[in-house]
Structure formats: C-alpha cells, structure tokens
C-alpha cells in the first residue's frame, strides 16, 4: 500500500512523526479521508476522533481538539491544539 509521511504535532510536541497510509477526521465540512496522493488541500479541522492507518496495516484512534490540516503531494500535517492518543 502507498504511505506518505504523517505529522501530528501540538504545543505538547509531535505525536507522531512517519509514515501512514489513511488518515481520517473531522473538517469544516464534514468527514473525511486522505491517502497517498490526495490533492493538496488546507481546511480546519474540528473536535473529533482520528483514525491512522501505518505502513504496517496496523491502525490507532486519538482524539484532536481541533486544528489544521495541510494536505501535500508527500506530506499531511495536522496541527492540533492538543492531540492524545486513545489507549
């Protein structure tokens, strides 16, 4: 499967920082999902549950607080007030 490199990051620091293969989440306007080679975008994202997919098929929840999200050709960054992963 195609991977791009994810970046979680909040005040507290980076959560994660490597390689994905699905994101999703909350944005301003409504659910969504980005893989590798999603067209680029920027939109606000909101209080939510976050679901990543790593290179390895192995998934993981968290919850943002809200944030921004920059969808590159290689690169999707979230930049949350507060990122925790769920246990």
């Known amino acids: 499967m195609n991977t791009y490199r994810l ?16 994101l999703s989440l909350r944005g301003a306007n409504g659910d969504l999902a980005v893989m590798a080679g999603h067209i680029p975008f920027i939109t606000s994202v909101l209080s939510c549950e976050c679901k990543v997919i790593f290179e390895d098929d192995t998934e993981k929840t968290g919850h943002t607080d809200g944030g921004l999200l920059t969808v590159d050709s290689d690169k999707v960054t979230l930049l949350s007030g507060s990122f925790k992963w769920n246990e």
């Not at 005040?11 to 699905?22: I, L, T, V």
């Open 7 to 22: 970046i979680i990051s909040s005040p507290d620091g980076n959560a994660f920082d490597g390689q994905a293969s699905f």
